[in-house]
């Protein structure tokens, strides 16, 4: 059994002391035991890795579905983004001994089986998969045979359903219709440099071409996160496409190496596998944003899309030439989006998009990162000042408008800030112009029926939270919260309680759907379900206030928040 930390430099990076002591915390008190117990030994550590050998496949299998399980659960119930998560590989073969010491085919298979897992993911053999398919009451998917490094022959690999087991967090996966639009996804371009550290220009590369094809009308595009799901995982591109519901896929790789660049691109049909445009550009560092319009270009041309010039308009414009202010600003988007958020991440983002102003004061993008910076600043307080941040943000974001009036990114800002300032007409114009740009924009459609539950329509709300979950499925969990408030302030309490159960199923940890959920069996007159839920909410938050959170929420109507107060009133939880 091979096992490795999952983006361990990157987390090394964010917080070496803290991620040093987890990863210590989880060998000593869980893995270690785990393994023992199903009467393993651990052969060696490798930094973040280790190697372990069990005399029976089956306790192998067990062992390692059991440490995963255990890892998800811890991990649920620490803040967003300070979990360690694990890939596995499992193999049954021969191993040379040497002392302590096992090497050999048997090994490399494991270790290779471990690299192609997702994390939380186990991966094992033909030859664990015979023998433990009808033993053990866990479930595999078959991923076909895969050619391996360093492995004469392909090896079959088979992934373990984590979803199918008895335990552990709920997760819906359905294979979805294909709209009705040419759909395709833009899987995460492999970062082929030898530089980790490039990980971000890569990903941003993938990013901008997601954000290009979404500003076209006539294509359905998965949103990012949905899409990067996929990133460092094995997997087959029509499986994807049946579980994402769309017709095509897109991936590639890049290599950055030095003022080169290399870029790999394949148009896939998703129903056959097979190759439907496909072009590798060696060029110019400078020349990068030619190579993004020209994918565009061609998927469009492939796909037999029409253009309208004012979509011509908006995918041709590159934002800068300047290529270091491009980079400092996927730099500081990619802060912003990491695990790590604190005063660090923060200093670090804003100085990245100022020095990329710096370079081109009139590149847009970066003013509308510094707002999105002070808007997430307004929400946790980092600065000396937080109080100010909104303003900040305000200002930052206008700058970016003032520049680029076409960049959906800085009219979905301003809608946040329009939100927190409760300004529903402005935060609805905004997110419905981001929307005008980019019409496959997830967060600017669940924006956009997010005002209309908060101003008092939430029949309106449903609609567009629907559509956003169906661009970005990954992200299901944040908009199932969103779909059952809109219910809740409808007053259709029997749907809403579906719904938030469907969210608590999936995300164990949150308080805000419990209380939502007690509020709403309150009103349907079940109170010991709503009693049960408070206790559960009060052991994951002992600190949780009613009244704070209903506070939080920018309600117009003050009768649609007391809807919530009624409900917990009801079920005797409250005054």
């Not at 029409?306 to 995918?315: D, F, N, P, V, W």
């Not at 910076?373 to 946790?380: E, G, P, R």
């Not at 909104?390 to 680029?404: G, K, N």
Request: hydrophobic share 40%.
């Amino acid at each position: 059994m091979a096992s490795d930390v999952v983006g361990y430099s990157r987390l090394i990076r964010t917080d070496e002391e803290g991620t040093l002591a987890a990863l210590k915390s989880l060998r000593t008190d869980l893995i270690g035991p785990k393994i023992a117990e199903h009467h393993g030994r651990i052969v060696k550590l490798m930094g973040d890795g280790l190697l372990a050998e069990f005399p029976s496949v089956v306790e192998a299998v067990r062992a390692a579905t059991e440490i995963q399980q255990a890892i998800a659960d811890r991990n649920v119930a620490l803040p967003e983004g300070q979990g360690i998560e694990f890939r596995i590989g499992i193999n049954l073969g021969d191993v040379a001994i040497d002392g302590e010491d096992i090497y050999g085919d048997g090994v490399n298979v494991a270790a290779r089986l471990e690299a192609m897992a997702e994390p939380g993911g186990v991966y094992v053999s033909a030859a664990v998969h015979d023998q433990v398919r009808d033993r053990l009451g866990l479930q595999f998917e078959d991923l076909g045979k895969q050619q391996v490094k360093n492995i004469d022959r392909p090896v079959r690999v088979w992934r373990w359903l984590r979803e199918a087991a008895a335990t552990g967090p709920k997760v819906v996966r359905t294979e979805r219709a294909v709209p009705d639009r040419r759909s395709i996804v833009v899987l995460p371009f492999n970062n082929m440099s030898r530089d980790a550290d490039q990980e971000y220009f890569s990903d941003g590369i993938t990013e901008d071409i997601i954000t290009d094809l979404s500003k076209v009308s006539a294509l359905f595009v998965i949103a990012r996160n949905s899409a990067f799901v996929y990133k460092d995982k094995a997997f087959s591109v029509p499986h994807v496409c049946r579980e994402l519901g769309v017709k095509f896929a897109l991936e590639g790789s890049i290599r950055k190496a030095g003022n080169r660049v290399r870029v790999t691109a394949q148009l896939i049909d998703g129903s056959s596998g097979g190759h439907i445009w496909a072009e590798r550009y060696d060029r110019e560092l400078t020349d990068i944003f030619e190579v993004q319009d020209d994918i565009t270009q061609q998927i469009v041309t492939a796909l037999k899309v029409t253009l309208s010039e004012a979509e011509k308009s908006r995918i041709a414009e590159a934002g800068t030439k300047d290529t270091d202010a491009h980079d400092l600003f996927l730099k500081g988007r990619e802060l912003l989006r990491g695990v790590k958020k604190d005063r660090e991440m923060f200093d670090q983002a804003t100085g990245c998009f100022l020095r990329a102003i710096e370079l081109d004061p009139n590149y847009a993008s970066p003013f509308a990162g510094l707002g999105m910076a002070y808007v997430l600043d307004y929400q946790n307080h980092w600065s000396e000042a937080p109080e100010t941040s909104l303003d900040q943000a305000a200002r930052f974001v206008s700058e970016a408008i003032d520049r680029d009036e076409q960049d959906p990114y800085a009219h979905y800002v301003a809608s946040l800030v329009a939100m927190f300032r409760k300004d529903y007409q402005r935060c609805a114009e905004e997110a419905d112009h981001a929307l005008t740009l980019n019409p496959n924009f997830a967060p600017a459609l669940n924006a956009r029926g997010i005002v209309h539950i908060y101003s008092g329509q939430p029949e309106k709300a449903i609609a567009y939270i629907e559509r956003a979950m169906r661009l970005d499925p990954a992200q299901q969990q944040q908009y199932l919260h969103f779909l059952g408030t809109a219910h809740f302030v409808a007053g259709d309490y029997e749907k809403a309680a579906a719904l938030f159960s469907d969210r608590i199923a999936v995300n164990p940890s949150t308080d805000l759907s419990r209380a939502f959920l007690a509020s709403a069996l309150g009103h349907l007159g079940r109170l010991e379900g709503a009693r049960e839920l408070w206790r559960e909410l009060k052991e994951i938050n002992p600190k949780y206030s009613h009244a704070e959170h209903i506070g939080r929420l920018p309600f117009r109507d003050p009768s649609d928040a007391e809807k919530f107060t009624d409900g917990l009133r009801k079920a005797g939880l409250v005054e």
